[in-house]
């Protein structure tokens, strides 16, 4: 074995040793029994050998990080050590603001080029707008092939109240102009599109995240689709990890009836037990309600999932959620790192625990969960899904419901493969039908001041069979030869997506997602079974 070898293992080793004395000093001093004290100089005589005799110097912030992370990580897949460097860009998702100039970007064809000025944002309150090109931010640019979305982060980003001097290019000028942005707290939004469903009188809400502004960004959405005629309202979850368990437990209340269970937590400690029960203040407790997920809905997402399900409230659409019912609090620690640490196991009303297996030090099998549902066909059958048969429990209406690994919806729908071939695999994988609908959006500009809508930005745009010939075209130009039978197979999937990317480009994410939607079979198979208004005995597949 050679010297690096040796070190790379030694020094989590070393770690482990050095925060299990610390450990065992603490209890010992702190109540701990006598009988601890042969253990703690078990420690205490190996880290002194260490430190005279081991080969290597060993630097002891290193080696505590280290240590720190390797014993959290074996502990559960969810408990981790945050180094202080770390933290503030861990935490910005769930706290739910950052300071920066308030822009969404896509880097493309290598120039940094703004989707949306965020309304009210220091940017947009300058006259910085969609479709400007940074070329570069404090004198460092921000063009070529090797900038990445991290180093556009890193630049505009940083503490409110600081200053950043960008240099945009217009498309209708040849000039240059330089804005000098002042930083300020930008919102993290969590709900990413909120509209009535075009033909219907049901609302569409997509929460991508829960933060500490969720309930509130979710409540604003609903009583703008209440004033649009909302009757029916699907909640998608699908993609949503989680974050703050109070979120979810305010945006359940909102749908349930006084006394009707949300999640219950068991822990060790009595601080960190919860009994969640609707109050009965709820401002949509009869709507008609459906709420989608998929394998990557994880925590927060499974408690409001369970809720409604448990307590037939609604039908869950989609496919088998993630499986996380651990529930972590955040420590801070002396040198501002912290450590998440699971302190309780969460249980939905029926008293289903949602999480998953795992086996302590397995975190690599845990990991490839996914992976393995994938590849044994539970994305596309119905009866590839392993459910475990032993752990079952009952709805308050009497159904049968399983624990032990995500929530399996009422209706399963399958991973949409309908006009997928090869050609549309070469052309969105090497994400041509982006930059073509980039390029769409600066030509279609100028015609869309003052649309509004993305029903009537449609109209502008070109046909399907002229738009699909022109992007043949445009591919091919890029090393993607016109297959003609198989961009007819794609057409409509292609052409839906060129038109959702254009209208990104033009008005922003809440339209993208109106149009992009419109040939989602989850969508469609939820909207159908809340005019039909009934939840299936068992799990059905559409």
Do not use: C
């Not at 460097?85 to 969404?104: K, P, R």
């Not at 998953?356 to 590849?375: C, P, T």
């Not at 399958?414 to 052309?427: A, I, K, Q, S």
């Not at 073509?436 to 070109?462: C, Q, S």
């Amino acid at each position: 074995m050679n010297r690096k070898t040796l070190y790379a293992i030694l020094l989590p080793i070393a770690g482990v040793l050095l925060l299990l004395l610390g450990i065992a000093i603490g209890h010992f001093m702190f109540g701990g029994k006598a009988r601890d004290v042969a253990g703690m100089d078990k420690i205490h005589e190996v880290m002194s050998l260490i430190d005279q005799q081991y080969v290597d110097t060993l630097d002891s912030k290193t080696l505590t990080d280290m240590a720190l992370t390797s014993l959290l990580a074996s502990l559960d897949p969810h408990s981790e050590y945050i180094p202080k460097e770390d933290l503030q860009a861990v935490n910005e998702d769930l706290d739910g603001t950052f300071s920066g100039v308030g822009i969404s970007f896509q880097i493309v064809n290598d120039t940094v080029t703004i989707v949306e000025a965020i309304t009210g944002g220091p940017a947009e309150k300058l006259g910085i707008m969609a479709g400007d090109r940074i070329i570069s931010a404090n004198g460092k640019s921000l063009t070529g092939s090797d900038v990445s979305n991290e180093d556009v982060f890193s630049t505009l980003r940083g503490k409110k109240g600081t200053k950043v001097t960008l240099e945009i290019k217009r498309l209708n000028s040849p000039h240059t102009f330089k804005y000098e942005v002042i930083r300020n707290d930008i919102p993290v939004n969590s709900v990413d599109a909120a509209y009535i469903i075009d033909g219907t009188d049901t609302g569409y809400i997509k929460l991508s995240k829960f933060t500490r502004n969720t309930y509130m960004e979710f409540l604003n959405a609903l009583v703008d689709l209440d004033s649009k005629g909302l009757k029916k309202l699907i909640i998608d979850l699908r993609g949503n990890p989680g974050g703050y368990m109070e979120q979810a437990i305010l945006i359940a209340n909102e749908f349930l009836h006084p006394g009707q269970k949300i999640v219950f937590t068991k822990s060790r400690t009595e601080e960190n037990k919860l009994d969640a029960v609707a109050d009965g203040t709820g401002s949509h407790q009869n709507i008609p309600l459906a709420i989608i997920i998929n394998e990557y809905s994880a925590s927060a997402s499974e408690i409001i999932a369970g809720a409604i399900q448990d307590n037939d409230r609604g039908i869950v659409v989609g496919r088998r959620s993630f499986g996380k019912g651990l529930v972590q609090n955040q420590t801070m620690l002396p040198d501002s790192s912290a450590i998440r640490l699971t302190v309780a196991r969460y249980y939905t009303p029926s008293g289903r625990s949602i999480q998953k297996e795992y086996k302590i030090g397995e975190a690599i099998d845990y990991d490839r969960d996914i992976l393995d549902r994938y590849n044994r066909g539970e994305f596309f059958h119905i009866d590839s899904v392993s459910l475990d048969r032993t752990k079952k429990f009952r709805t308050i209406g009497g159904r049968t419901v399983y624990g032990g690994g995500g929530i399996m919806p009422d209706v399963f729908v399958p991973e949409d493969t309908v006009g997928v071939t090869t050609y549309y695999l070469n052309v969105s994988n090497g994400g041509l039908i982006q930059q073509f609908a980039f390029g769409m959006a600066d030509r279609y500009r100028p015609l869309m001041k003052g649309v509004k809508k993305a029903g009537h930005a449609l109209e502008i745009i070109p046909e399907d069979d002229p738009l699909i010939e022109e992007f043949a075209e445009f591919a091919e130009e890029r090393g993607v030869p016109a297959r003609w039978y198989y961009i007819n197979i794609s057409a409509e999937l292609i052409a839906n997506q060129i038109k959702s990317f254009v209208i990104r480009d033009l008005l922003g994410y809440n339209d993208f997602y109106e149009i992009f939607n419109r040939t989602d079979r989850t969508i469609q198979a939820a909207v159908e079974f809340l005019n039909e208004g009934k939840i299936p005995e068992r799990p059905i597949s559409r």
